[in-house]
C-alpha cells in the first residue's frame, strides 16, 4: 500500500486505547504518518504522559481538541462511552474530514447521526493487530470518496490485512468471525496446553508444543491452498490416534457449539448495533 497517501495528513486519535494504540504503533513505526501529526485524547494524564514519551506525539485531555484540526479521526472509545463522546464531537466536525471507527457494534448509521457527519468508516480489527499480523474487516458510506477509501487501507494496512466489503453486515459477521475469533483460538490453546500438562509435560514446554502446532498448522494451510477438510485427512489414519481423537471431539459436538458461540457473538454485535441506533434488537437475526 502506496503511504503517500497519508503523508502531511493530520490525525485526531479519540480513546487512545489498546487497538487505537496498535494503529498509532503501526503508522508511526512505517513511516505513513509524522508524529508531529497526531494529536491523541486520553481521559488520564498518566496515559497520555505516557503516549508523548513513547510515541512523540501530541496527547490532549478533551477530543474536542484532537479532532478539531485532524483530517483523519480515529474514533478508539468503547461502544458504551459513544452516547457522550459523539455529542462533544459534533461541533468539531468538518464536511472534508473522514471518521474511521474501530468501536465495536457501532453502525454507520449510528455514527453519522451521533455526529451528524455522512464520510464514515466502521472497521472491525482483531488483538494480533498489537503485532501487525492482524485483519480487518470495513465498510466505507457512500460519501467516502476514493481517497479517504486509499487513506482507509493505508491506515488499516498498519495492522495487517484489510478487507473492503460492501453489505454493513459483513462488519458484523466479521465481529463474530476474526474480532471474536483469537478468544475461541486461546481458549482452545489454554484446553490444549492443560490437557499436554494432564499427561506429563512441564507446563512451559506444553505451552511452547501447543503455540508452535498451532502456528504451523496455520501457515500449513495458508501455504498449501487445501481445504482444511483435506488437511486434516492428510493425517487422519484409519484406526489411528487422530481417528481416536476427532471421534471424541465430534461426540463432543465441536462444530456445534463453536457455531452456537460465533451466533451469540454475532447477535451481541446486532444487540450493539440497535441499542445505539435507539432500536430493539432484531429477534429474527438468527436462522432457525
Given at each position: 500500500?502506496?503511504?503517500d497517501?497519508l503523508r502531511?495528513?493530520r490525525?485526531?486519535?479519540?480513546?487512545?486505547?489498546?487497538?487505537?494504540?496498535?494503529?498509532?504503533?503501526?503508522?508511526?513505526?512505517r513511516?505513513?504518518v509524522?508524529?508531529?501529526?497526531?494529536?491523541?485524547s486520553?481521559?488520564r494524564?498518566?496515559?497520555?504522559?505516557?503516549?508523548?514519551?513513547?510515541?512523540?506525539?501530541?496527547?490532549?485531555?478533551?477530543?474536542v481538541?484532537?479532532?478539531?484540526?485532524?483530517?483523519?479521526?480515529l474514533?478508539?472509545v468503547?461502544?458504551?462511552?459513544?452516547?457522550?463522546?459523539?455529542?462533544?464531537?459534533?461541533?468539531?466536525?468538518r464536511?472534508?474530514?473522514l471518521?474511521?471507527?474501530?468501536?465495536?457494534?457501532?453502525?454507520?448509521?449510528?455514527l453519522s447521526?451521533?455526529?451528524?457527519h455522512?464520510?464514515?468508516?466502521?472497521?472491525m480489527?482483531?488483538t494480533p493487530?498489537?503485532?501487525?499480523?492482524?485483519?480487518?474487516?470495513?465498510?466505507?458510506?457512500?460519501?467516502?470518496d476514493a481517497?479517504?477509501r486509499a487513506r482507509?487501507?493505508?491506515?488499516?494496512?498498519?495492522?495487517?490485512r484489510?478487507f473492503e466489503v460492501?453489505?454493513?453486515?459483513?462488519?458484523?459477521?466479521a465481529?463474530?468471525?476474526?474480532?471474536?475469533?483469537?478468544?475461541?483460538?486461546?481458549?482452545?490453546i489454554e484446553?490444549?496446553?492443560?490437557?499436554?500438562?494432564?499427561l506429563?509435560f512441564?507446563?512451559?514446554?506444553?505451552?511452547?508444543?501447543?503455540l508452535?502446532?498451532?502456528?504451523?498448522s496455520?501457515?500449513?494451510?495458508?501455504?498449501s491452498?487445501?481445504?482444511?477438510a483435506?488437511?486434516?485427512?492428510m493425517?487422519?489414519?484409519?484406526?489411528?490416534?487422530s481417528?481416536?481423537?476427532l471421534?471424541e471431539?465430534?461426540r463432543?459436538?465441536?462444530r456445534?457449539v463453536?457455531?452456537?458461540?460465533?451466533?451469540?457473538?454475532?447477535e451481541?454485535?446486532?444487540?450493539?448495533?440497535?441499542?445505539?441506533e435507539?432500536?430493539?434488537?432484531d429477534?429474527?437475526a438468527?436462522?432457525?
Open positions: 500500500m502506496d503511504g497517501v502531511g495528513s490525525i485526531g486519535v479519540i480513546g487512545t486505547g489498546v487497538m487505537a494504540e496498535a494503529m498509532l504503533s503501526g503508522l508511526l513505526s513511516r505513513l509524522a508524529p508531529a501529526d497526531v494529536t491523541c486520553h481521559p494524564e498518566d496515559r497520555r504522559h505516557d503516549l508523548v514519551e513513547r510515541y512523540g506525539v501530541a496527547a490532549v485531555a478533551a477530543n481538541e484532537a479532532a478539531s484540526g485532524a483530517d483523519v479521526v474514533l478508539g468503547k461502544p458504551q462511552m459513544l452516547r457522550v463522546v459523539m455529542p462533544e464531537l459534533r461541533a468539531a466536525m464536511a472534508e474530514q471518521v474511521i471507527s474501530i468501536a465495536a457494534g457501532a453502525s454507520t448509521r449510528a447521526e451521533g455526529l451528524r455522512p464520510a464514515i468508516v466502521r472497521c480489527p482483531n493487530s498489537q503485532i501487525g499480523q492482524g485483519v480487518t474487516v470495513w465498510y466505507a458510506t457512500a460519501t467516502v481517497a479517504g482507509t487501507r493505508a491506515m488499516l494496512s498498519a495492522l495487517g484489510e460492501h453489505d454493513e453486515r459483513q462488519v458484523a459477521m465481529t463474530a468471525v476474526s474480532g471474536t475469533g483469537p478468544t475461541y483460538i486461546f481458549l482452545f484446553a490444549l496446553t492443560d490437557a499436554a500438562v494432564h506429563g512441564p507446563r512451559h514446554v506444553a505451552r511452547e508444543l501447543v508452535d502446532t498451532m502456528q504451523g496455520a501457515a500449513f494451510a495458508l501455504a491452498g487445501r481445504h482444511v483435506e488437511l486434516r485427512d493425517v487422519t489414519s484409519p484406526g489411528g490416534t481417528a481416536a481423537a471421534y471431539l465430534e463432543g459436538r465441536l456445534t463453536v457455531s452456537d458461540a460465533v451466533w451469540a457473538a454475532f451481541r454485535t446486532l444487540g450493539l448495533e440497535a441499542g445505539l435507539g432500536r430493539p434488537p429477534p429474527s438468527r436462522p432457525r
